[in-house]
């Protein structure tokens, strides 16, 4: 099945600083990917996501590139705040039985100093 | 609109007894899926459906069974509790293969 590996597990910020995570991902027909916050104690909620049509996507503070050709793809938040600490997962698709899923990275913790 | 609504939100179980989470939609969304949680894992499939009428296994099925009622409705069903499935179990629901809506989760501990 499809591997999604998320880097690195955890990071720390200093407020206002950007922070980066990067996901990887095997399955060379994958054409989705988003990205999901989780809050201590709450469920996952996309923040953003992107096709494979396109290299580059923003709102607001975060963004999404990708890169087909080398199978990954990173979310950057820029000018973070405390109440962007939480864990994000990155996702992706694969074809599994019957029809396509999401499979999901390790996710990655992150923690904005204030 | 509700979205992706599970029950029940907490629930403790003894080893060997069984229970069935529900978990209903009203996005007229056509997969469902259902994933547990553990620290440090991510979240692992346990079992999807991508339509009305069919499930299939993900990474994490053994000790567990669907039922995919109707359209609205995926319950995930635990035949003999056993302690390594205490975990917190997600619902979604999504189109195919795309963005995934979340219930608010169910955390089950089997003691």
């Known amino acids: 099945g499809e591997n999604v590996e998320q880097h690195p597990s955890t990071l720390s910020v200093q407020e206002g600083d950007s922070a980066v995570i990067k996901c990887t991902y095997s399955?060379?027909?994958?054409?989705?990917f988003p990205w999901y916050k989780q809050e201590l104690g709450k469920r996952p909620q996309l923040i953003i996501d992107?096709?494979?049509?396109?290299g580059e996507k923003k709102d607001q503070r975060i963004a999404v590139t990708l890169n087909k050709t080398a199978k990954h793809f990173s979310l950057h938040i820029t000018e973070t705040q405390p109440e962007d600490s939480a864990v994000y997962f990155c996702a992706a698709p694969y074809s599994s039985g019957s029809a396509r899923q999401l499979t999901f990275g390790s996710g990655t913790q992150l923690t904005v100093l204030p | 609109n509700a979205g992706v609504t599970q029950t029940p939100k907490f629930q403790v179980l003894k080893t060997g007894q069984s229970m069935t989470l529900q978990c209903a939609q009203d996005m007229n969304h056509n997969s469902m899926y259902w994933y547990r949680q553990d620290p440090g894992m991510g979240l692992r499939l346990i079992y999807y459906?991508?339509?009305?009428?069919?499930?299939d296994k993900g990474e994490v099925p053994n000790g567990y069974n669907v039922s995919r009622l109707n359209k609205r409705e995926f319950s995930l069903r635990l035949e003999s509790a056993a302690p390594s499935q205490t975990s917190v179990y997600f619902c979604a629901s999504g189109r195919a293969a795309t963005e995934a809506f979340f219930g608010q989760g169910t955390r089950l501990t089997v003691v």
């Open positions: 399955d060379s027909a994958s054409n989705y």
């Open positions: 459906s991508a339509s009305e009428g069919t499930t």
């Open positions: 992107i096709r494979s049509n396109v």
